[in-house]
C-alpha cells in the first residue's frame, strides 16, 4: 500500500500521476492541512511532522512512502530514510531538465522560502548554476489560494501574476513547479507565461520513479485497475477535509 503525504491538497498533484501507472493500487493520502503551511517553518517542525504522518501511514499498512510536498522533501526526507525501514520518494524541482532544455538560458523555479533554502536543492542548483541563470521567487499565497479552492479567475490570476512576472521578466523560457500545490493553479500560470514559456511539473517523473522503486526494492504492487471501478484511495486530514475534498474531486 502507498502512503503519501504533504501540508495540505497539493500533493493530490502527485497522487493523481501515480494512480495514473498504478490504478489497481491501494492508497492513503495524508493532508496535514492544520500545521500548513509549511513554507515557512523551520526543518525541526516539518521533521516532526513527517515523522508523525510517517507513523500514522505505517500503522495502516503503508510499506513505500511519497513525500509529496517539496518543502517536507527538502527538510525531513534524509531523517525519515535514517530512522524508518521502508522506501520514500521525495519531490525536487526539475532544474536539471529546464537547464537542458532552456533556449533563452534562463530557467524559473517557483517555490516556497523552505524549498529554496534546503541544502537538497542548492546542491542541485550548484551543479547547474554555471551553465544556465537560475532565477527563483516563492509563489507568494499559492498555497493559500489552492487550499481555499481559488484555481483561477481574477484573484488568482493577480496572485499567480504577482510572483511569476519577475521570472518572465528575467527572460525565463522555462518555468519549474518546485511545490506540489502550484500545479492546480495552471490555467492562471498558462495564461500569464503565454505559449512560448514551458511550464515543468515534476509529478510525471515522481510517478515513474514510484514504479522503479517498487521494482527495485521487490514490494509488490498491483499494476491494474483489474475488478476496481474506482482506485481505492483513503484521505486523510489532520484539520478540516473540506479543502482536500474539493481539490480530490478534481483528480478523479
Ligand atoms: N505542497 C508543498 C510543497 O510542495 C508545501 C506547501 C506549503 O505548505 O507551504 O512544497
Known amino acids: 500500500m502507498i502512503g503519501m503525504f504533504d501540508s495540505g491538497s497539493g500533493g493530490l498533484s502527485v497522487l493523481r500521476e501515480v494512480v495514473k501507472l498504478l490504478p489497481g493500487e491501494r492508497y492513503v493520502y495524508y493532508s496535514d492541512n492544520a500545521h500548513c503551511p509549511y513554507g515557512e517553518k523551520t526543518a525541526e517542525y516539518i521533521q516532526d511532522r513527517a515523522r508523525e504522518i510517517t507513523r500514522l501511514l505505517m500503522g495502516k499498512g503503508c510499506n513505500i512512502i511519497v513525500v509529496a510536498c517539496n518543502t517536507a522533501t527538502g527538510a525531513a526526507i534524509k531523517q525519515l530514510r535514517e530512522e524508518f525501514p521502508i522506501p520514500f520518494i521525495g519531490m525536487e524541482p526539475a532544474v536539471k531538465p529546464a537547464a537542458l532544455g532552456t533556449k533563452s538560458g534562463v530557467i524559473g523555479v517557483l517555490a516556497t522560502a523552505g524549498t529554496l533554502r534546503a541544502s537538497k536543492y542548492l ?12 532565477v527563483e521567487h516563492v509563489g507568494e499565497g499559492f498555497v493559500e489560494l489552492v487550499e481555499n479552492g481559488i484555481l483561477d479567475g481574477p484573484e488568482a490570476e493577480a496572485v499567480v501574476e504577482r510572483s511569476l512576472r519577475p521570472l518572465l521578466d528575467a527572460g525565463a523560457d522555462i518555468i519549474v513547479l518546485g511545490c506540489t500545490h502550484y500545479p492546480f493553479l495552471m490555467e492562471p500560470i498558462r495564461r500569464i507565461a503565454g505559449p512560448e514559456v514551458r511550464i515543468i511539473d515534476p509529478a510525471p517523473a515522481v510517478a515513474r520513479q514510484v514504479v522503479n522503486v517498487l521494482e527495485r526494492e521487490g514490494i509488490p504492487y498491483q499494476k491494474d485497475a483489474g475488478a476496481l471501478a474506482h482506485p481505492d484511495i483513503e484521505l486523510l486530514s489532520s484539520g478540516d477535509p473540506a479543502s482536500l475534498l474539493r481539490i480530490f474531486a478534481l483528480i478523479s
Open 123 to 134: 546542491d542541485t542548483k550548484g551543479r547547474f548554476q554555471d551553465d544556465v541563470k537560475i
